[in-house]
């Protein structure tokens, strides 16, 4: 036996290996030559661009309008996602608030809820004697009625102090603010409701330390409210 013949390599045809070979580029033409080297400049490194070809897009058709609108879209993103995610309206709410919160008295007595009863029935006397007088001109007793808005939203705070209610109901304010509830402005209306609903929340007798007085200062303002609501509808049916 041969062994040789074992590791012979076997003969591989002459036209097989020269299609296996790797051609060398072609030559470029002249004309692409002279192209880049005008591209290039004459010391080799690039020319500037033509400011006419500039693209400020990756397409063609991309121009400095698109580019700007990304960045203005990109910017609203961020400011929504730094700011608070609130609208005008509800910041100016959350203002009214805050300052509602920084003007109420720390601690609730007796000559507090009359003076709060006295500022809130000073400004519902002369919103109504404005009005009365100037009915055709509201914006001569526009300033009157923030005045009475910010009247009944500085009586919130007499929630605190349910075992004054009795008292609140002899001042008159139950009446005063029920009255309120028909007020031509909306704002005024809105701002009534929201004081009476305050003070007969259940959350008043809940979180006051004496229950029990605070539950009969609640009934004696929701009873006297009945006795204005009856009386109102009386009156009505007449």
């Not at 062994?3 to 002459?14: C, D």
């Not at 709060?116 to 007088?133: D, F, G, H, I, V």
């Not at 001042?171 to 409701?193: K, M, R, W």
Request: aromatic share 4%; hydrophobic share 45%; glycine share 6%.
């Amino acid at each position: 036996m041969d062994v040789s013949s074992l590791f012979k390599v076997p003969s591989v045809p002459a036209a097989k290996i020269t299609a296996n070979k790797r051609r060398m580029p072609e030559q470029p033409p002249d004309a692409a030559l002279k192209r880049a080297r005008s591209e290039t400049g004459d010391d080799g490194e690039a020319a500037p661009a033509d400011p006419a070809s500039f693209r400020w897009g990756v397409g063609e058709d991309s121009g400095p309008s698109t580019a700007n609108g990304g960045e203005k879209e990109a910017d609203e993103e961020d400011a929504r996602f730094l700011g608070d995610g609130l609208s005008d309206r509800q910041r100016e709410i959350l203002d009214l608030v805050d300052a509602a919160e920084e003007c109420a008295p720390e601690r609730i007595d007796l000559a507090t809820v009359k003076r709060l009863a006295l500022r809130l029935e000073r400004a519902a006397a002369a919103n109504e004697e404005q009005r009365l007088r100037f009915a055709d001109e509201p914006l001569r007793f526009i300033e009157s009625e923030a005045d009475l808005d910010d009247a009944l939203r500085g009586f919130l705070a007499a929630s605190a102090a349910p075992q004054l209610y009795a008292q609140i109901v002899a001042l008159g304010i139950a009446a005063t603010a029920a009255s309120l509830l028909a007020h031509e402005n909306s704002d005024v209306a809105v701002a009534a409701v929201k004081l009476l609903a305050e003070l007969t929340d259940e959350d008043v007798v809940a979180d006051n330390e004496d229950p029990a007085e605070a539950e009969a200062g609640v009934k004696a303002l929701v009873a006297n409210l009945v006795q204005i609501i009856a009386f109102e509808f009386t009156s009505l049916r007449t």
